[in-house]
């Protein structure tokens, strides 16, 4: 049986250009905002890119000041300023809702950007299934350089003191954790360039007869008596994690 492919076929010399066999490189080279980590089955993409409808914000005494904003971004043209009141101890949030695609391994992932005077970052899931909920929980402190996630116990153990991030307005970060819905596990986690090993750390649950559901909320807490703003960029939620 004859082996190989036409002269004219995908294997034949080029100039210039390259034959690509991944599907998921052409995707990104056409503009996806699926660039920093492209494992998992895309559940939900938020580019900010039109209206904010799936999203609610809040900030600290009852506002809710949280617009698209063309100011800053780390794809396309915009992004979501979420604005923090004055006064040190003010923070603010995002949040969305979706129906639960399936049991098992999933990701959350989001981009930020202002962190000068953020004094930490929150990563808060609620996951119910129709009989509990389990909560992966990540927190990203600015100040004090470190990352921490919740636990089992409801603890916060800390999985790495010397996180530095740049915090220039334009420097924009990307985080992402996997986590087992089905057997409450942590699997890893991503920021930036470190990749952590979380398949040691249980999900912290409670029994919930709530629909089975997703909520993802992120939080931004202010580190100084004047008010502040944060911007948040590309949100994306998979399913089938490997």
Not at 30 to 38: A, M
Not at 207 to 233: M, R, S
Request: aromatic share 14%.
């Amino acid at each position: 049986m004859p082996h190989g492919g036409p002269d004219y076929g995908l294997y034949a010399e080029k100039k210039t250009v390259y034959s690509l066999q991944d599907m998921a490189e052409l995707a990104a080279r056409l503009g996806s905002i699926v660039r920093f980590d492209r494992r998992g089955d895309v559940v939900m993409l938020e580019d900010f890119e039109g209206a904010a409808g799936r999203w609610e914000d809040w900030q600290y005494g009852n506002l809710h000041n949280g617009v698209i904003s063309a100011e800053n971004a780390r794809s396309g043209s915009f992004s979501y300023k979420l604005p923090l009141p004055a006064g040190a101890t003010s923070w603010g949030y995002i949040n969305a809702t979706i129906p639960l695609p399936v049991l098992g391994n999933m990701g959350i992932e989001f981009s930020f950007a202002g962190i000068a005077n953020i004094k930490y970052l929150d990563l808060e899931l609620y996951s119910w299934d129709g009989a509990k909920y389990y909560y992966p929980f990540v927190e990203v402190h600015l100040v004090n350089k470190t990352l921490s996630i919740c636990d089992e116990h409801y603890a916060l153990p800390t999985i790495d003191d010397d996180l530095d991030l740049f915090d220039w307005d334009g420097c924009w970060h990307t985080l992402k954790v996997v986590y087992d819905s089905a057997n409450g596990r942590y699997k890893r986690l991503l920021i930036d360039g470190k990749t952590y090993d979380l398949s040691g750390y249980g999900l912290y649950s409670e029994a919930d007869t709530e629909k089975p559901g997703l909520e993802l909320l992120i939080t931004a807490h202010n580190n100084t008596v004047l008010a502040q703003e944060i911007y948040f960029d590309d949100v994306i939620i998979t399913q089938n994690e490997p």
